[in-house]
């Protein structure tokens, strides 16, 4: 069955990095497209990061544009999110994600807190 796992979440200070990773299983990682979405408290999920297949072709959500990279290693099924220049208002749990014939699968989610 298809399976995300996401980890590399933490707590980190205003300025700092973390580096995301979603490990993927169950499908054929190359072929679909990946995404990186965030919930913040009270609010709705909404997507970071989105990732094409063969073209690698990225696209972000405005508020994370020139902070966050996302990138993707088909070899070990592993999409990844580096965030740098964190701010306290990408508090989050941050979710990856696929849509595999019209049908959405979430992992877990990683928890990121930008605090000093």
């Known amino acids: 069955q298809v399976q995300l796992v996401e980890s590399g979440g933490g707590l980190v200070q205003p300025g700092g990095s973390l580096r995301l990773t979603c490990l993927a299983s169950?499908?054929?990682?190359?072929?679909?497209?990946m995404s990186w979405y965030r919930q913040r408290p009270g609010e709705e999920r909404e997507l970071v990061a989105l990732?094409?297949?063969?073209?690698?072709?990225?696209n972000y959500a405005d508020s994370v544009k020139g902070r966050f990279t996302i990138s993707r290693d088909n070899a070990r099924n592993t999409v990844y999110l580096q965030m740098s220049s964190l701010k306290p208002e990408d508090t989050a749990v941050y979710y990856c994600?696929?849509?595999?014939?019209?049908?959405?699968?979430w992992g877990q989610g990683t928890q990121v807190t930008v605090s000093s």
């Open positions: 169950g499908f054929t990682f190359s072929n679909y497209a």
């Open positions: 990732i094409m297949t063969l073209s690698g072709l990225r």
């Open positions: 994600k696929t849509m595999i014939r019209s049908l959405a699968y």
